[in-house]
Structures are given as C-alpha cells and as structure tokens.
C-alpha cells in the first residue's frame, strides 16, 4: 500500500496526550483529537441582519482570535452520541446567550486535510432569540460582537490592524449561508 | 499567568515526531508543522472565469478532498526564508502547470485556533498562463479541475455526493477573492 492511500484508521500512535493524539500512518503524521466526534461552527444572523461573532485569546496563537462560535462534539461524559445540531445549540447558547429556531447544515471540511482528522460541520441559525448571558463556560472568557452582515469584511480587517487575528471559517460561512439565504437577500451580505 | 494567557513560545514538548510537533501549554495541547514558515492556498481564476481546483487523496481524512492549489512555506533546504507568495508561485506552478501574472494577498488565518499555531495565507492569483503539465512534485498524484465560478458551490455537493470531501477554504477564499474583485464582476461568482 502506497503511503498516499494509509488509512487513518491503520494509524500508529505516536504519543497520546490528554486531548489530542500524534499518529502515523505510512510515513504521515497527522493529529487527532480525542474522545470528540466532530466540531461544529455556527453562522448566527440575527432578525435585522447581524453576523453574531466571538472573541477569545488562543493559546496556540498566543493572540485574541475572532470566530464563529463554535465548540466540540461528543467530548462531554454520557453525551458522547449527541447529534451535532444539539452540540451547536449548545455551544452557540453557551457562548452568545442566543437560541435559534431555524437550523441548516451547510456544510461538513476538513480544517487542515493533511494535518488533522477534525472536519468542521457548518450551520446556520435564524430565528434567535435571547435567552442568557453567554459568555462561555466556566474558564472560557468569551466576548460577543454583532456585526451588520454588509460590514463583516471591513470590521474584520479593522480588528487585524488591532492585532487580533481572524478565523477564515467566518468568509467561508458567510459565502454558505448566502448561497442557501437566496438571491432575493444576497445583496445585504457585503 | 492563567493557562488561557499561556503563550506558545512557553510550550513544551510532548512528542517530536519527523514532520509534526505535539506541544503543550498551561494544561492546552497543540500541534505545530517543523521547520515550516507558513502555510500558502491559492484562489487561480482563469482569464475565461474558471477556478482551478485540485484534487488528492488525503491519509488523515482517508479520502480524496478537493481543495485550492496549497502548500507549505519554507519547508525545501536552504528555501526556508521564502516569501509567503515565492511558495505560492511554486505550489500554483507544480501541482496545477499555471504561472500568474498578479498575486494579491487576501488574509492570513488559524487552521484551527484551539488545535495548531498552523494559519494559511490566501493568494488570489489572476493573468494565468500554462507553463507546464502540473500533477504535483514526486510523490503527489494531483489531478486538477477547472470549474466556471457560478458553478463551483453546486459542482462541490456533487463531488461530496460522489463521496469526496470539500475543503471549506474553497468558500473562504471565493468570498474574499469576490470582495477584492469589485463590484462590477461580483455577478459572476455565484
């Protein structure tokens, strides 16, 4: 078998950390997180039109980050088997306060295909409503920004030359949910 | 200092394999790719408004995943201060045969903020030429797609349905390269 056609799951194990795993499979080198069945990322647009945004500072950046809210699947005990949506619920409620009556998948990627197992599952949430503080849970320190849809681009090129940096699943969302929000409203998205 | 203040310049070492370094900080694990400076994806647009996309078979994912021409920065011996967009220009030229006349640089992002110090850095690059047969360097079996702009959303869910993956940076860089490109051709991009 080439290297080139190693399947993850013949991977060795490099080094197995607390939450994440070295592996190898024929001479590739690849991370895999534990114990979580997915990651979800949520594109919240509130009813007059405001991309719902989080900031948080990530150690591996060692810098704030700008972000869909977004958070993982399966890694909480006896809730291992939980759908994705209800992760996104969950997270977007955590993190922003809001609850969403309106849920689309938009769509499941890899975050780095040569690099790590994880795939993102994107979705989209309308019809929020709010219903706490946010904020994240206990040790997170979560900031909630609402940005007009038409004014995302520019406030995030603003925040880069405030030294934050800016996650590209916020770009890759938005050109998802405005292809699913259809023609009649695509113009209120730059 | 808080492990959610924890720099990755603190980070010790879990695991040091050939490629990929397992780290950790105040209790947060993460990965980071040796001895690279960056990691480089490209939005080609053709002079007849096709994206050019490519597609590999990925040993994490165990598939193949189609994804904007991409790779590492400063990863070739004696290369390893290259500029962000000479790897950019080397990547286009070996795994799709095209050299571009002008390179804009779009963003810089995390892969992955909680995860990896890894971000990419997008180029859009226009004034394409083929200059050679593409397919990859040794080692890499690349096969490239030209897709007309309008149809690159609806060609990625056949491909999915057709059981590959898509890499969401596809929809990332679109969205930025499409602000970049002006109003007048925005029409085009959907």
Chains 1, 2 share one sequence.
Not at 62 to 75: H, N, R, T
Not at 132 to 154: A, F, M, N, S
Not at 178 to 183: E, F, V
């Amino acid at each position: 078998m080439s290297r080139h056609r190693s399947r993850p799951e013949d991977a060795s194990l490099l080094h197995g950390g607390r939450f994440l795993e070295l592996c190898e499979t024929g001479g590739w080198e690849f991370v895999r997180r534990r114990k979580v069945k997915g990651t979800v990322a949520i594109v919240a647009v509130t009813d007059d039109k405001k991309l719902i945004l989080v900031e948080q500072y990530r150690p591996p950046m060692g810098k704030a980050v700008i972000e869909l809210p977004a958070g993982l699947a399966g890694d909480i005990p006896l809730q291992a088997d939980e759908p994705l949506v209800t992760a996104a619920r969950r997270e977007l409620k955590e993190e922003t306060g809001y609850e969403a009556k309106n849920w689309t998948s938009l769509c499941e990627g890899p975050s780095s295909a040569g690099l790590t197992t994880e795939t993102v599952t994107f979705f989209y949430a309308t019809g929020l409503a709010k219903m706490g503080e946010g904020g994240g849970t206990e040790g997170e320190e979560i900031r909630v920004h609402y940005i007009p849809l038409q004014d995302v681009l520019k406030w995030c090129r603003d925040q880069e030359r405030a030294g934050k940096m800016i996650d590209f699943k916020i770009y890759a969302g938005l050109y998802l949910a405005r292809a699913q929000s259809g023609l009649a409203e695509a113009r209120l998205w730059y």
